[in-house]
């Protein structure tokens, strides 16, 4: 863990918790709007969203680039990646998979990883034709681009509507082993 880098103290700051425990009680230490924090994998809303429900999964180790990543913290991103793809959507757009997302992973300052810890961006677009809550389209990618800061009521509401989804979808895939 690095000391100075923020990705690491929301790690030492969100122990593992099974993904089915909705109930999550925030805890005042915390610096994120936790969605998921397994033993290898962390996800929680971005502070300074693309676009509303904007999350960043990050391993729990830092890790600074892809390419330095293990095989089972990579394994687990992978199978965590669909999830919470399916959950975000699910959660701001309803049932359906007429969605549309970006999933995007930087490596290093010239690709534009604002910070030095391995992290995926699921970047929710609203349906074309469709203006999103904040009045305003950005199709900006690649992490450059007009943001504004998250608002922490409304990223605990939907940091825990979230986490009830997940638990929902945790239940479905294990209803169909």
Known sequence: MSTQCPFCTIATSSPPTPPTTYLHTPNPDQQAHLIL??????????????????????????????????GTVSREIGQWLPVLSRVLMRTLFGDGTDWNWNVVQNNGVGAAQQVPHAHFHIIPR????QVPDRGRVSFVMFGRGQREELDEEEGEMLAGLLREELAREVGRIDSKL
């Open 37 to 70: 924090s397994t033993q290898h994998v962390l996800a929680f809303l971005d502070i300074m969203p693309l676009t509303r429900g904007h999350i960043l999964v990050v391993p729990r180790t830092h890790y600074e680039k892809l390419s330095d990543l293990d």
């Open 126 to 129: 609203p349906p074309l034709g």
